[in-house]
């Protein structure tokens, strides 16, 4: 995609490095020359803005490790010392709370983004399911991260969670009390998600190269979703994908100090400020809100299948419903990756965008609650069904039964054709 | 690699690196379980998993709930109207037909006998842990007079039998003995 490499050592030094570790081409042929797509929307940029959340997180995360004790009698004062004592230890605190929350909106835009333009098929497969582990990834630390602060959420999110494990027959209690590390949730669960949540940013950063890589190779996707044909599709990275990328990350920025210095506490729970207390749960249990919707797949299975009783259904569909998404690439039969030329997927996809929402709110309401005259659980169920049915029946029909829009021949013609005179546009 | 296509004699060579590749094998298994198992809970741990407790001031219709193994164990005086209710109860209405009494036979009976201390009838020992995901029922409440789980909305009765809700089993029971008529080792 990228084509030879345009880059020329100017200076001596230059010269002397690009002759024994040529990085400075490298990084030349990747953010300087490297030609994107002409006609990328803004939907583009949260490549770019989600790498600046994961330096951001990396940085605000190793600046509280100087400061936070990971040992259950002391972890819960040791961040109130961060929020009273440390300098300008509140900042750094809600700049990393609020900054996972920052991270997820930013990757679910980015998800919503490749799930719209079609950006997981041919040849981009590996790079989706390379976005589907960093996901994962993302949420096995927020996770871990979110168990550190040993509030009453933090602990009894780590009970429910880890107890998803014994739903497994035979093996599940021992695996269980592995990862826990105890007969439950204790100093030795603290010691380990604090390692873990240590590491896992660096394998997330790790699994980045791979999947910048990946880009680089196949190319990007574009809003019209056909290929780049000749240099007139195409515009160099620097400064035209750069100045777009750094306005739209000054944007998100605006966003996020806003809640960092106005609702610092709003996509929390006050819970979380009660030191965990193993005797006593509190009344309403929710995870923080980019696991919602999973939360509320998980209890939508309330009846037994077969041989598998509720609890295990439960663990099994939301965890499938994270796993789906790795076959995505084959589940989408269309040849038409742009969902602008399908129109009846466009309904589909929309009906699919409401409906992550509509299970996201279900998560946060009590089962037995009333909504529209039925109970949550019941909405659950049938917005647990949806989710399934877009992935495993939908878009593998959509491809044989939809007749998609014409295609435009280039990206080129496609730009000159919206502003020719006497255009409708 | 191969210069032909027809198998020749095994070599010096080919001893050596099938040697070392089953080595390297056994090798890494015999490092993998340390590194895996050091994740288990530790013999100090394991040594805590026993303590005694004194019930002799619990009156009828109280409870007091103990710490064991760092999970909460309920120990309850029941009043006779509680176990007239445990009693009463048909064993083909229970959602989970077994004990789940650790001093009892594994396939014994939801019966209000068998989850009730032998030959005390007023008193319950349980773990008070949901069989759903873990959370930490409420004493006196829920429909049936037992326990309440406010995460999910389990309801036990009288004799800790899950009755309705998500849950699964009935309030497991841990393994204990009166060492005293006032005095009970749990664990």
């Known amino acids: ?425 | 690699m191969a210069e032909s296509d027809t198998p020749a004699e095994p070599t010096r060579r080919d001893f050596l690196l099938h040697a070392a590749g089953a080595f390297g094998v056994v090798g890494v298994g015999a490092v993998a379980w340390p590194f895996i198992d050091q994740m288990n809970p530790d013999a100090s741990t394991r040594a805590l998993a026993s303590v005694e407790v004194d019930i002799s001031a619990v009156q009828p219709g109280q409870a007091i709930t103990i710490m064991w193994r760092g999970k909460p164990v309920v120990i309850r005086n029941r009043t006779d109207k509680e176990i007239e209710e445990g009693k009463t109860v048909k064993l083909e209405e229970l959602k989970d037909p077994l004990a789940r009494n650790a001093n009892a036979d594994a396939a014994a009976d939801a019966s209000d006998a068998n989850r009730a201390a032998a030959g005390k009838e007023n008193i319950l020992v349980m773990t008070k842990v949901c069989t759903h995901l873990g959370c930490i029922p409420l004493d006196e409440s829920g429909e049936f007079g037992g326990w309440f789980c406010p995460c999910h909305g389990s309801v036990y009765d009288t004799a800790g039998r899950i009755r309705k809700g998500p849950a699964p089993e009935n309030l497991p029971i841990p393994p204990y003995a009166f060492l005293t008529d006032t005095k009970i080792r749990i664990g």
């Not at chain 1, 010691?191 to 950063?205: D, E, G, K, T, V």
């Not at chain 1, 209890?299 to 790795?326: E, H, Q, T």
């Not at chain 1, 009333?370 to 029909?397: C, H, K, M, R």
Request: no cysteine; proline share 6%.
């Open chain 1, 1 to 425: 995609m990228s084509g030879h490499s345009t880059y020329v050592p100017r200076t001596a030094l230059g010269k002397w490095f690009e002759a024994r570790l040529p990085i400075v081409r490298l990084l030349h042929d990747t953010a300087v020359s490297y030609p994107t797509p002409r006609n990328l929307n803004a939907l583009w940029t949260f490549g770019g803005i989600l790498a600046m959340m994961l330096v951001v997180q990396i940085v605000t995360g190793i600046v509280l490790a100087m400061h936070y004790a990971a040992e259950s009698h002391i972890a819960f004062n040791s961040v109130e010392g961060i929020m009273r004592d440390v300098n300008w230890g509140w900042l750094i605190r809600y700049l990393h709370a609020n900054g996972a929350s920052m991270f997820f909106i930013a990757v679910y835009i980015h998800m919503f983004r490749g799930l719209y333009y079609g950006s997981y098929k041919p040849p981009r497969e590996i790079l989706w399911i390379l976005g589907v582990i960093i996901y994962l990834l993302m949420m096995a630390a927020a996770f871990m991260g979110y168990v550190l602060p040993w509030g009453q959420m933090s602990f009894w999110g780590a009970t429910v969670i880890t107890n998803f494990f014994t739903a497994l027959p035979l093996v599940g209690q021992p695996i269980q009390t592995l990862l826990i590390g105890g007969f439950s949730v204790d100093n030795a669960t603290l010691n380990r998600f604090y390692s873990l949540h240590y590491l896992l940013p660096f394998l997330i950063a790790g699994v980045v190269v791979l999947h910048i890589w990946a880009l680089h190779v196949v190319g990007q996707n574009n809003p019209l979703g056909i290929d780049v044909k000749s240099d007139k599709d195409t515009v160099p990275f620097t400064p035209y994908a750069t100045s777009k990328d750094v306005l739209w990350m000054v944007f998100f920025l605006i966003f996020y100090a806003w809640f960092v210095f106005y609702q610092p506490n709003f996509l929390g729970h006050p819970d979380n400020y009660i030191e965990a207390n193993p005797l006593s749960t509190p009344a309403h249990i929710v995870p923080e809100w980019y696991f919602l919707p999973f939360y509320a797949i998980l209890r939508a299975i309330d009846f037994n299948i077969g041989p598998i009783d509720s609890k295990l259904g439960g663990v099994l569909a939301m965890f499938g419903a994270i796993a789906v998404l790795a076959f995505l690439p084959w589940l989408d039969t269309s040849k038409v990756r742009s969902g602008r030329f399908r129109p009846i997927f466009k309904v589909a996809f929309w009906l699919f965008g409401v409906n992550a929402l509509f299970l996201g709110y279900l998560g946060s309401v009590k089962t037995d609650d009333i909504i529209f005259g039925a109970q949550a659980v019941v909405w659950a169920q049938l917005s647990t069904l949806y989710y399934f049915l877009y992935f495993l029946v939908i878009l593998p029909v959509l491809g044989y039964i939809e007749k998609p829009k014409p295609l435009p021949v280039s990206i080129n013609d496609a730009i000159l054709a919206k502003s020719a005179p006497g255009s409708t546009h």
